[in-house]
């Protein structure tokens, strides 16, 4: 039902923020009143929130909101540890 207009939706809320659901809800509605109404409210809020996380860069895993993370970390960086000369002990004072 809202497929159509998911691109559309995305472009209003990129260009005003602040758009509400319910906003967004009566632009769908004068665009196809035979399509939407008023009931609809609480499926575009849905949407809206899901979107506007998206475009955030957000996903949702078990009902918490997280940062996505790219699909393969950072190259770690290796420390190397310099040891003192007077923590290596000579081969022949070892035994």
Partial sequence: MY??????IKGWLKNEPA?????VLQRLIDIEPTRF???NLRMVQLLVKTWR???AG?????GGWF???PASPPPRRRVMQVRSPQ???????AI
């Fill in 3 to 8: 497929e159509p207009f998911e691109a559309q």
């Fill in 19 to 23: 758009l509400s659901a319910a906003s």
């Fill in 37 to 39: 109404e008023t009931k």
């Fill in 53 to 55: 996380m998206e475009m």
């Fill in 58 to 62: 957000l996903f949702i895993v078990d």
């Fill in 67 to 69: 940062r996505s993370v």
């Fill in 87 to 93: 923590s290596v002990t000579p081969a022949h004072e």
